[in-house]
């Protein structure tokens, strides 16, 4: 079984900072590619920024300079810095992960978190 949980959204002022952090545990051999993603109400879903096993990092154009995508690969966990934020980046955040197992590739999504930015 592959628990991915994220946490550390909340609600924050227009121009505030926000950390998110995705953990994941579990039965796995190894992760791959890790991301976020986020979704706000009636709009789909959205690539925020990825990052390799290697440290590798893939940001949509629109989130660059003001977020940043880091992992531990020692803790299994994966996050998202936001600095200067906007109501705009009201959502929720959901974070992706390619997992090994054995040998097998899996693509697992958390629960999400909430982030709400007041203006």
């Known amino acids: 079984q592959v628990q991915v949980v994220e946490s550390g959204g909340g609600l924050v002022q227009a121009g505030g900072s926000l950390r998110l952090s995705c953990v994941v545990s579990?039965?796995?051999?190894?992760?791959?590619?890790m991301a976020w993603y986020r979704q706000a109400p009636g709009k789909q879903r959205e690539f925020i920024a990825a990052?390799?096993?290697?440290?590798?990092?893939n940001y949509a154009d629109s989130r660059k300079g003001r977020f940043t995508i880091s992992r531990d690969n020692a803790k299994n966990t994966v996050y998202l810095q936001m600095n200067s934020l906007k109501a705009e980046d009201t959502a929720v955040y959901y974070c992706?992960?390619?997992?090994?197992?054995?040998?097998?590739?899996?693509?697992?999504w958390g629960q999400g978190t909430q982030v709400t930015v007041s203006s």
């Open positions: 992706n992960v390619e997992i090994r197992v054995m040998t097998l590739i899996y693509d697992y």
């Open positions: 579990g039965s796995i051999s190894s992760i791959n590619a």
């Open positions: 990052i390799t096993s290697g440290g590798s990092t």
